[in-house]
């Protein structure tokens, strides 16, 4: 069964979802606009987070699975899904969710085999940064990491009595 958008569509196969485009795309190229309309503070399975404490229902982009080599990134600053490589006709989309989920609702096993494989999608405050500076980060998920840096960096001389 397919959804049909005008350049995306929906693909189901035994209950599960994935989002196939029906163009090809080039690196670097805006795919399409985040649906923004309904807003909320709390994150679910068809939200991306856009703010600290803000996510968005996505509508037909919550079929986007994880990957940890994704062909699209999720900008939340513009509001935008943009390539981050070319991407031919018929090919699932897929980016990497801790780019804007500082903390999952709904955290689970990734399965993708690859070499850079996290392992657990529960959010970027579970990564260390050697893996997350290897990806888009939105600025909110870099703002987060700047927060916890800094925390650490106050409990440690809390320890040392200064």
């Known amino acids: ?5 005008e350049r995306l569509a929906i ?3 035994n209950k599960f979802r994935s989002l196939i485009t029906k163009q ?3 690196k670097g190229e ?3 606009i985040i649906p923004s309309e309904n807003i909320m503070d709390k994150p679910n399975r068809f939200t991306v987070q856009i703010a600290k404490d803000k996510h968005t229902h996505v ?3 919550a079929a986007l699975n994880h990957s940890c080599n994704p062909n699209v990134i999720l900008d939340t600053e513009h509001m935008v899904m943009i390539a981050c490589r070319d991407i031919e006709k018929g090919e699932e989309l897929s980016f990497f969710y801790p780019a804007t989920e500082w903390e999952m609702q709904a955290p689970f096993i990734c399965l993708c085999g690859s070499a ?8 970027a405050r579970f990564l260390p940064l050697s893996t997350l500076e290897n ?3 939105s600025k909110h998920i870099r703002e987060e990491m700047i927060e ?8 440690l001389e809390k320890l040392q009595g200064n």
Do not use: D, F, Q
């Open 1 to 5: 069964m397919v959804s049909v958008m």
């Open 11 to 13: 693909r189901t196969e």
């Open 24 to 26: 090809a795309y080039k």
């Open 30 to 32: 805006v795919m399409c």
């Open 59 to 61: 509508g037909k982009l």
């Open 116 to 123: 850079n494989c996290i392992h657990v999608v529960a959010g």
């Open 135 to 137: 990806h888009y980060l």
């Open 148 to 155: 916890l840096l800094n925390g650490t960096k106050s409990h």
